[in-house]
């Protein structure tokens, strides 16, 4: 992580900020290993370069959760044990080139933004979208495809990038602080619509007055009901819920104004909002 990141960031619990760094290199602009400090006595370690600022409840291997938290435990799991395999899904590399540039066509993303990735997952979009602005934060809850963005960015020599450990119904910000947000395939993992509605509420509260937002997830349409259950979990137990377009369209209404939405990738629903100023 930056230095100059820490004028962003904020305990995921406690909501306070700034966070205090302790670092093993405190002269550095870039810190590798360290450790963010809380006034309300929480720490957050910094490893290989990626702060950890999960909420207690997904950081703690063991304890009580109640079903949301379960489901998401299950699929921090799943996502580190699979990883190394999601790069070699030859359909999902071809799928990313109609989504890629058509989900950035949606952000318009501008050299000055300040860009929140939420859910980043190994990079699919994450190299694309640096290329296009200031800065940009990306954040996901799995570790292993964490470490595998990273090694990507560090290869096309990509110096704008901060990676955070987080969950997205819980943000690790202060209010306001990203120009742009993008969600790829996000929400429809997310496990109840309590939650679903409380990541939406998250997008809403770091993005600033009249920033703009491109969120994509699942869509329930007449090949889906085919050939998929509307609910379920993938393999290894990954949730997932596949969206009718009135109920996306009130998902993210809660936080945001939906300008435009397409179903034109026959997978997902792409839905580009704005948070409007007060």
Request: charged share 25%.
């Amino acid at each position: 992580m930056h230095v100059a990141d820490l004028d962003m960031l904020a305990c995921p619990a406690c909501r306070a900020s700034p966070l205090e760094l302790a670092s093993r290199s405190p002269s550095a602009a870039r810190v590798m290993e360290g450790e963010l400090r809380c006034s309300c006595g929480r720490s957050y370690p910094v490893e290989q370069g990626i702060a950890r600022l999960l909420p207690e409840q997904l950081g703690a291997a063991t304890g009580s959760a109640d079903d949301a938290e379960r489901w998401k435990r299950s699929e921090m799991r799943a996502r580190d044990e699979q990883a190394g395999a999601y790069d070699r899904m030859w359909h999902l590399a071809l799928f990313g080139l109609a989504e890629v540039p058509l989900t950035l066509r949606y952000l318009q993303p501008r050299a000055s933004d300040v860009v929140l990735e939420a859910g980043c997952g190994t990079g699919r979009m994450t190299t694309a979208c640096a290329s296009r602005c200031h800065r940009l934060v990306a954040v996901d809850f799995s570790m292993e495809s964490l470490r595998l963005n990273a090694a990507k960015l560090h290869k096309n020599g990509v110096r704008n990038v901060t990676l955070l450990q987080a969950d997205i119904c819980r943000l690790p910000f202060r209010d306001g602080v990203f120009t742009r947000l993008v969600s790829c395939q996000v929400l429809e993992h997310v496990p109840t619509e309590q939650s679903r509605k409380a990541a939406v509420g998250e997008f809403a509260r770091v993005l600033s007055a009249g920033g703009k937002a491109a969120v994509s997830a699942y869509q329930y349409n007449l090949l889906m009901r085919l050939m998929r259950a509307r609910s379920g979990a993938h393999a290894g137990g990954i949730f997932y819920h596949r969206f009718r377009r009135p109920e996306l369209c009130a998902l993210l209404s809660e936080g945001l104004r939906v300008e435009r939405m397409t179903g034109a990738l026959v997978y997902h629903y792409l839905a580009r909002c704005t948070k409007e100023v007060p």
